[in-house]
């Protein structure tokens, strides 16, 4: 695949994320306004979103592919370190917070909503991998030029990533609070 057509699907790539970096951009301009997990978090999506960014660029005038797929992983690699160390820092918050508001006799709600959320994404990103190992595995053990793997690898990482869907859905499912329980909160 020549450089520029890979430049040109980095850079509308980059484009079409504008719908998570430009908030993230006004999280970061709005300083202390914002809980640090949140500004670390904004930081790392902008710096992945730049590293996409640089791709594209460098892409377009670099000769030699090494060059960009280094760029890429460096700004990926920052970007998971910020994210890892947001994730991390929101926990402490949350910690802290919870003990604020226990010294003022109040218990906050044992269901944390995001706690199902990053299980879903958790399973979701491991059916993700194992689809594409499970693709990568069918590919190579192709018999033969006769033999057309295409087929069966995208049977196989389909039937992968169904299993790793509906054990999310499943248990998205199960810990959905029932109309009871939605009710009895807004009451408080």
């Known amino acids: 695949m020549p450089h520029a057509v890979a430049a040109l699907g980095a850079a509308a790539l980059t484009t079409a994320g504008s719908v998570w970096y430009l908030p993230a951009l006004a999280d970061l301009r709005a300083g202390a306004d914002r809980p640090e997990s949140r ?3 904004a930081a790392a999506c902008v710096t992945g979103w730049a590293g996409t960014g640089a791709l594209a660029v460098l892409l377009l005038i670099a000769e030699a592919w090494w060059t960009p797929v280094a760029a890429a992983v460096a700004g990926a690699v920052v970007a998971t370190a910020l994210r890892l160390h947001a994730a991390t820092r929101r926990r402490h918050e949350a910690r802290e917070m ?6 003022l006799g109040h218990v906050p709600s044992p269901t944390d909503p995001s706690h199902c959320r990053n299980v879903v994404a958790t399973v979701l990103g491991c059916g993700l991998a194992a689809a594409v190992a499970v693709a990568a595995w069918t590919w190579s053990t192709a018999s033969g030029p006769a033999d057309d793997p295409r087929w069966a690898t995208a049977a196989a990482s389909a039937a992968v990533m169904g299993v790793f869907l509906t054990a999310a859905a499943v248990y998205a499912r199960a810990t959905r609070p029932t109309p009871a329980t939605v009710r009895e909160r807004r009451r408080r």
Do not use: L
């Not at 919870?98 to 010294?103: C, D, E, Q, V």
């Open 39 to 41: 500004r670390i978090a």
């Open 98 to 103: 919870a003990g604020h508001w226990s010294r």
